[in-house]
């Protein structure tokens, strides 16, 4: 019996769905989706592996495994990283801090950006914008490339601000980009600005690669915290284990500071070398991980310089 049959007599013989076990179960890859999907509903994600395992087998490179492969990593990484997801986070941060001024970097369908309230002015850059959701704030966007944004703009023109009061960087996965995001918006920072990550957190290697290879991608952005984290110990740098790929959060930053820039060939070299498997096992306390907690977070935020 294929791992198919068996999940589809189990899941609905044992709840009385059918009547007949001998129902006839039709092969196909959404019957393999279908039936992934039903693991995943009761938390059975060795199930759902065995399901997409096979489907790939029977069926390769088809587009239902890819799905059904990103929601078991979805899964997955509700039970390794309990608690409010990133966008409960990004709510929380714009309730609490209420920035006069926000940056988000990587704005896609707006879903992250939908969470600005008024009176925050909003600057949105990514070079396949195709926003669906709503934005409630005064906001201009940036169909560019986030280098291409910071050599034609001068920001604080932009926002009509000296600075920026909370950035959030999503943008490409690689983590030099994502340390060319931070060197950029560093010049318009005050001590008390806060800058997200979003996708610092891997769970396994397989999507933490440079190169996408898998449907979740979070590509090799935890290097650029684990940089900043040893180039730059004036900064206050910690990171939320929020699904699905950790938010870090790094405050009382220095305009004057060009160190990241002066030295970036030096640390592309070096960051290059550093390797997902050896720093994995030991991610949590690398990175400087606290709990997903808005109390304590609210607390580590407190101690920004003024
Ligand atoms: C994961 S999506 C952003 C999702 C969004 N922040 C959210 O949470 O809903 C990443 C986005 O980064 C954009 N992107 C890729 N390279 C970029 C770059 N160099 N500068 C700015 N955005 C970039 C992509 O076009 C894509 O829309």
Known sequence: MSILTSIFKDIFTSRNRIQSSSAQIEI???????????????????????????????????????????????????????????????????????????????????????????????????????????????????????????????????LGAENFDLAFIDGLHTFDQALKDFINLERFSTPTSVVLFHDILPHIPLTAQREPASELWLGDTWKAIAILLKYRPDLHIFTIPASPSGLAVVTNLDRGNDSLHRNFDTIFKEAMALDVESYLPDIERRLNVTGNDFGLVKSLLETRKP
């Open 28 to 158: 196909s890859p959404q019957s393999y989706y279908d039936a992934g999907i039903k693991c995943l509903d009761h938390r059975d994600i060795a199930g759902a592996q065995a399901v997409y395992a096979e489907c790939l087998q029977v069926f390769p490179g088809n587009s239902k495994a890819r799905h059904l492969e990103f929601a078991i990593h979805s899964v997955t990484l509700q039970v390794r990283f309990p608690g409010s997801d990133y966008l409960k986070w990004l709510e929380w941060f714009h309730a609490t801090l209420t920035p006069k001024t926000y940056v988000e970097i990587g704005v896609e369908s707006g879903e992250s950006l939908q969470y600005a309230r008024p009176p925050t002015r909003a600057i949105g850059i990514d070079p396949a914008l195709r926003i669906v959701n709503s934005v409630q704030v005064w906001s201009k966007m940036f169909k560019l490339p986030s280098d291409d944004f910071f050599l034609q703009h001068n920001l604080a023109e932009v």
